[in-house]
Structures are given as structure tokens and as C-alpha cells.
């Protein structure tokens, strides 16, 4: 509405001024014609005398020139801006020995004209905006930035228009391939990934000298989520992409890897191994308390994962917290998985602790062993009463019973110890977990040498 008011108050201010400027000299020129044509037929003399005609004669004149003038209006009115967004942007030039830094992914179009002009730009196809880097050597250059249209009567502005870019000599080098394993929470607990062995063991990195200074590892990434139903046995996967790294473990993306991708061939294994479950009790009971028994739910339990963290499974350890335990009592213990163990048969156990009396049983000169000496090194005690040492076991009469001093161990540790003379700490430990063992004698002396 704003549009059509403007266009009446400017035809209007347009009218004024045709009237004094052009209808009203064109009627004394028609006048004058007249004139020269007096003596044609009198028919055309009268009425071409008539002021009446004169004036038809002149609005129809008037009325022509108004139509071109409104004609050339409306194409100056009907102006129109669109911007187009994130157009590609081309870059030519020698990708074979040059790199190029510096230039736009895309760019921002503004196509300026009428807007059946600018429909149709949108609908017919374009070369798009380019780069032509041709001839240009390694340096800094400015250069701009091209739009092709077909459409002439539009007018158009990049944004940006002109860049500069930096090119460089593009090398290349050898990069020794390894591999990273993603997403492997996502397969089976109970397999495994023994073995990847790739297709190729090295690749070819290409880009600007100090780009490829910066290459630390080129790692090939292999998702599992991209092994088609994984099992055991041999699997090929194919397209694994590959990925540079600097030091800190960042992505390059600046340089050329070849190939793109390699081929990986994965070994999954299911190793598994039945071991016994060994119950721990931590911490001291309430005072005059002793466990009488610990009766577990399950006794032996199958643990899945890597062959080397399964050979050092000898047993199964599972720890519970009897500190100031006074009465029998159920623990319901949720297990938890060693390192490089995937998976366990069960997750959980139960262990019902009974509770007793205490009482005290000792055990008169029981040796004293020796861990962590040295290496080159021997200990011996210094005397003979260093060498051997009176224990004090606590627990119920029951387990007391049954126990033998073999069952009793005994030891000084000498992690960190040199040559010499040491007085150190005495140690006692038993096979039985239910009882609690001490030294009455707390140090005892060593001499450590070199040996024979």
C-alpha cells in the first residue's frame, strides 16, 4: 500500500508537470499544423477547428508518454535484494604441487534486481564462484573472488569479494600406520579383540612442510560399531579411515593421506577361565569377635577377557566390610570387574558371615622369612633370636582348632633396602582369613650383603 501511495504522489507531481511542459506546447503545435492544412476538405477543417478535438488530440498524446514513463518507473521501483548463503567456493590451480591456505569454503551471494530476474537466476544453473590461482607462486597473494551468472540483468556482491591466500609447495613423506580401536564397550562382553593386522603399514602424508612437521602418528580409526555381526574368528573390514595426530593428540586436517583408507583384518577371541572365589574380610570386628565361618553363594566363577589378564587370575577376590560386626550377617557383594576382564558369569554373590567368640591361640618360634631383598643381595638375621618369632593368633575356637603353624607365615619386608645392618618390621599372615594374626615381637634385625 505504501508503494502504490508513493506512485500516485509522484505520477500526480508527473502530471503537472506534462500539462505546462508538454500537452500545452504539443496543443499550440497542433495548431500550427492545422494551420499548414487549411486547405484540405472542410470537413477536416471543422473539426480540426473544434477546440474539442484539439484537446483529444493532446490527452491521447498525453496519456502515451504517461505509460512509458510508468513503464520505466516500475522497473526502477521494482528493485529487489536476495542474499544467498554458504555458496562453494572453487579454487583453481595445480592441486599436484601446490597447497592452498586461506581460502573460504563458501561464500554469501547478494543478487540485486527485479524479482522474476532473480527467480529465474535461482532456477537456472551457474559456473558458481571461483578462484583462479594459475600462474601464482609460493607466497602471499590477493586475489578475487569470481561469480558466474548467465543472467546479465541482474547485478551481484560476494561477500568477501577479494581474500588472500598463502600457496605453498606441496611435499610428501612416508608415516608409519597404526590403529585405535573405538567404541569397543559396544561388542559382546564376552569377546575380545585379540588382533588387528592392517592392509599396509605405512602411508604417504602430503601438504606444506610445516603441516607435516607437526605429524606425530597416523592412526587408522576402526569403529566396531562397523564390524557386521561381530563373533569369534577372522573378520575383514574394509574403508577404515585414516586420521594424523600431532603430540598433544590433535587432529591434523591440513594434509593429504594415501591412501584415504586401508583395509583391517580383526581377530576376535572369547578367552574365558573358571577360577575359585576368595572371600577377604577388612577390618576388625566388634570387640571379642570373631568370624566362625563364610559360606558363599558361589565358589568358583568363569571370567571373560584378554588372554593376558586372564592368565594372571589365580582367584577370584572378593572383599567385605566386617568392621564392628557384632551378629550373622548376609552380604549381598556386586562384583567387580579386574582390569582387562570384560565380563563375569555372574555379577553378583551372597556371603553369610557367622559370628563367635573370640579367643587367642599362640604359636611358639615360628621362622622368619625374607621378601623383596635386593637384587645381588642376601639377608641373614643377626641373631638367632631375630630369626624366628612367638605368634598370637585370634579367632573363633572352631577355626583355631584346625589351624597348624605351616598355615603361618611369617616375613619381614625388604623392599628399599641396602647393604647393611636394618632393624624392621615383622609381618604375619595366615591361610585362614577368618583369623587375625600378630607378632609379639614387632622389629627384628637384619644384615644385608652382597652375594658370594
Do not use: C
Not at 265 to 276: A, F, N
Not at 280 to 306: C, D, H, Q, R, W
Request: proline share 3%; charged share 25%.
Amino acid at each position: 500500500m505504501k508503494k502504490i501511495g508513493k506512485s500516485k504522489m509522484f505520477f500526480r507531481h508527473i502530471g503537472l508537470f506534462f500539462d505546462k511542459w508538454l500537452i500545452t506546447p504539443i496543443t499550440k503545435l497542433i495548431l500550427k499544423i492545422m494551420d499548414l492544412f487549411k486547405g484540405f476538405a472542410k470537413d477536416i477543417d471543422r473539426l480540426s477547428g473544434k477546440k474539442s478535438t484539439l484537446l483529444v488530440f493532446s490527452l491521447i498524446l498525453a496519456f502515451g508518454v504517461f505509460v512509458f514513463v510508468d513503464n520505466e518507473s516500475s522497473v526502477m521501483i521494482d528493485q529487489y535484494a536476495e542474499i544467498l548463503y554458504d555458496q562453494p567456493v572453487t579454487a583453481v590451480y595445480n592441486e599436484e604441487l601446490y597447497v592452498v591456505e586461506g581460502l573460504p569454503k563458501t561464500v554469501d551471494i547478494t543478487l540485486i534486481g527485479q524479482r522474476r530476474h532473480i527467480f529465474l537466476a535461482k532456477q537456472s544453473p551457474s559456473k558458481g564462484v571461483s578462484v583462479d590461482l594459475t600462474g601464482l607462486k609460493p607466497g602471499n597473494h590477493r586475489v578475487n573472488l569470481k561469480y558466474t551468472q548467465r543472467l546479465k540483468s541482474l547485478d551481484y556482491k560476494l561477500d568477501p569479494s577479494t581474500i588472500t591466500v598463502t600457496i605453498y609447495e606441496k611435499v610428501s613423506e612416508n608415516k608409519a600406520l597404526t590403529y585405535d580401536i573405538l567404541h569397543q564397550d559396544s561388542l559382546d562382553s564376552k569377546l575380545y579383540i585379540s588382533n588387528v593386522e592392517l592392509d599396509r603399514s605405512e602411508v604417504i602424508i602430503k601438504g606444506a612442510q610445516y603441516k607435516l612437521d607437526k605429524v606425530a602418528s597416523v592412526k587408522a580409526l576402526l569403529d566396531v560399531n562397523d564390524i557386521p555381526n561381530p563373533k569369534a574368528g577372522e573378520i575383514m573390514v574394509k574403508d577404515v579411515p585414516l586420521v594424523a595426530y600431532d603430540n598433544n593428540g590433535k587432529v591434523i586436517n591440513d594434509i593429504e593421506i594415501v591412501p584415504k583408507t586401508v583395509t583391517a583384518k580383526v581377530t576376535i577371541t572369547s578367552p574365558s577361565k573358571e577360577v575359585p572365589i576368595r572371600i577377604i574380610p577388612k577390618g576388625t570386628l566388634a570387640f571379642g569377635k570373631s568370624i566362625k565361618s563364610m559360606e558363599s553363594s558361589l565358589s568358583k566363577i568363569t571370567v571373560y577377557g584378554s588372554q593376558e589378564a586372564i592368565d594372571k587370575i589365580e582367584q577370584f577376590e572378593v572383599d567385605i566390610d566386617v568392621r564392628d560386626l557384632d551378629k550373622n550377617k548376609d552380604f549381598n557383594v556386586v562384583l567387580s570387574k579386574p582390569k582387562g576382564i570384560t565380563d563375569l558369569s555372574s555379577k553378583s554373590i551372597t556371603v553369610k558371615v557367622i559370628v563367635d567368640n573370640s579367643t587367642t591361640k599362640e604359636f611358639n618360634d615360628v621362622s622368619i622369612t625374607t621378601r623383596n631383598t635386593g637384587d645381588g643381595l642376601v639377608a641373614n638375621a643377626a641373631t638367632d633370636e631375630d630369626s624366628k618369632v612367638n605368634v598370637v593368633v585370634t579367632g573363633s575356637s572352631d577355626a583355631l582348632s584346625s589351624l597348624k603353624e605351616s598355615d603361618i607365615t611369617a616375613y619381614v619386608d625388604l623392599d628399599g633396602y641396602g647393604e647393611g645392618t636394618h632393624e624392621v618390621d615383622v609381618h604375619v599372615t595366615g591361610n585362614d582369613l577368618k583369623l587375625s594374626y600378630a607378632s609379639k615381637t614387632k622389629k627384628v634385625k637384619v644384615v644385608i650383603s652382597k652375594k658370594q
